[in-house]
């Protein structure tokens, strides 16, 4: 059970939560495997024994730098918030009451484009903008924001209604 699952208030429900993109991914564990295929051809070859112990450290940090933000942060909208969190061992939250929401801008270029991913950053009253990292399917996690929102601001009336169903948005 995520964060996002832990502060939940008793009446909120999440719509929909958001994921980074494939292309991280392959992009940390291609760099993981080069550098220590590379490091292991050189080991076994006799060739510079300490350089590829260098080469095998430095592709295991640069793995981890990519795949630790990724493993440790929470990106979701609930029926009444925009929620990020970021952090294992320390954490840090930005959240966005959908009743403070003004605008919901997406930033995409064209490998975003084409490969499905962008940047989301949600404004609102005041300082809470909550900047959303590149994630799968930006345009997707708008749309799931923006049902949220018409869903707390039924016409005619200001009850909330939750929504009945939560969704992964991948990539």
Not at 38 to 54: E, H, I, N
């Amino acid at each position: 059970m995520g964060y996002i699952e832990k502060s939940l208030a008793s009446d909120e429900v999440i719509i929909a939560k958001a994921h980074f993109h494939w292309l991280y991914h392959l992009f940390a564990c291609a760099l993981l495997i080069l550098s220590l295929a590379l490091a292991a051809y050189m080991y076994s070859q006799g060739q510079w024994p300490r350089l590829a112990a260098v080469l095998a450290a430095t592709g295991m940090i640069v793995f981890l730098r990519v795949m630790v933000p990724i493993w440790s942060t929470e990106i979701g909208v609930t029926s009444g918030r925009v929620i990020l969190k970021r952090g294992f061992l320390t954490r840090h939250t930005e959240e966005t009451q959908l009743s403070a929401i003004e605008e919901i801008n997406v930033d995409q270029g064209i490998l975003g484009r084409l490969l499905g991913f962008g940047r989301i950053t949600v404004q609102g009253t005041g300082d809470d903008d909550v900047y959303i990292p590149a994630i799968a399917s930006p345009l997707q996690f708008r749309k799931s924001i923006q049902q949220a929102l018409e869903k707390t601001r039924p016409a005619g009336t200001g009850s909330r209604t939750p929504p009945n169903a939560s969704k992964e948005i991948r990539g």
